[in-house]
């Protein structure tokens, strides 16, 4: 089963700063049509998560433009240029690479310093 | 619009059984891929299990839960389903249904909407 490590587990940031995120696969997850099967979602307190990112750098409908998503192979980075305040939850990497399980990364906490 | 409506949570002993279902509206439920998705309190995102557009035997679990878990799927009342069975504490969470990102391929998928979940307390 493909492995996804998450760093930092939290971060602080300050509004209208840059907050990043990395998540690292145990394989590569970019299959050979040349699309890496990762995906980001946010989860905020007692909601659902909500998918922001796939194909591991295309936005979901929807999502605001200061969400970006690059990486390819093992590494990838969840950028949010500039931190407003709805933007505090948690956020999850997935891997939907081939066969199951898709596994989650353990999550990463993003507050406001 | 896209809804999944979860029921079926409640406390149940280990041991016994429960079935979840989501109620799918807003899409045509018979061309996605359907997952469940599970959140013990206060930590990360599990996947438990998908079940294929064609539904049948194009079924896949995660090892913990295979021979005590079955996802199945009812096209003509637009229900997703979770038979539990054998249940464990470490069952307890919030189980979520979701749905593929994309439609009727063999592709696999994200998952672009997901209910509110049900939750399941496992304790004697």
């Known amino acids: 089963d493909i492995a996804l490590t998450q760093s930092p587990d939290s971060l602080a940031v300050s509004l209208g700063e840059r907050a990043t995120i990395n998540c690292k696969s145990s394989?590569?997850?970019?299959?050979?049509?040349?699309?890496?099967?990762l995906a980001w979602y946010q989860q905020k307190p007692g909601q659902p998560p909500k998918l922001l990112i796939y194909?591991?750098?295309t936005r979901e409908s929807g999502v605001p433009d200061r969400f970006s998503g690059s990486g390819s192979g093992t590494d990838f980075t969840l950028t949010i240029s500039s931190l407003q305040a709805e933007d505090v939850a948690v956020y999850y990497c997935?891997?939907?690479?081939?066969?199951?399980?898709?596994?989650f990364g353990q999550g990463t906490r993003l507050e406001i310093k | 619009q896209v809804q999944l409506v979860e029921s079926g949570g409640g406390v149940v002993q280990p041991g016994k059984s429960l079935r979840l279902s989501c109620l799918a509206s807003g899409f045509t439920f018979s061309n996605y891929g359907m997952h469940w998705v599970r959140q013990a309190p206060g930590k990360g995102l599990e996947w438990v299990a998908v079940?294929?557009?064609?539904?049948?035997?194009?079924?896949y679990y995660v090892d913990s839960v295979k021979g005590r878990f079955t996802i199945s799927r009812d096209n003509s009342k637009n229900i997703l389903y979770l038979d539990m069975s054998n249940v464990r504490v470490e069952d307890t969470a919030i189980y979520y249904c979701?749905?593929?990102?994309?439609?009727?391929?063999?592709?696999?998928?994200?998952?672009?909407?997901w209910g509110q979940g049900t939750l399941v307390t496992v304790s004697s």
């Open positions: 997935q891997q939907y690479y081939s066969t199951p399980p898709y596994t």
């Open positions: 979701a749905r593929d990102r994309f439609v009727n391929t063999a592709m696999t998928s994200p998952f672009d909407s």
């Open positions: 194909w591991a750098s």
């Open positions: 394989q590569s997850v970019l299959f050979t049509n040349d699309k890496n099967y």
């Open positions: 079940i294929w557009f064609e539904g049948g035997s194009n079924t």
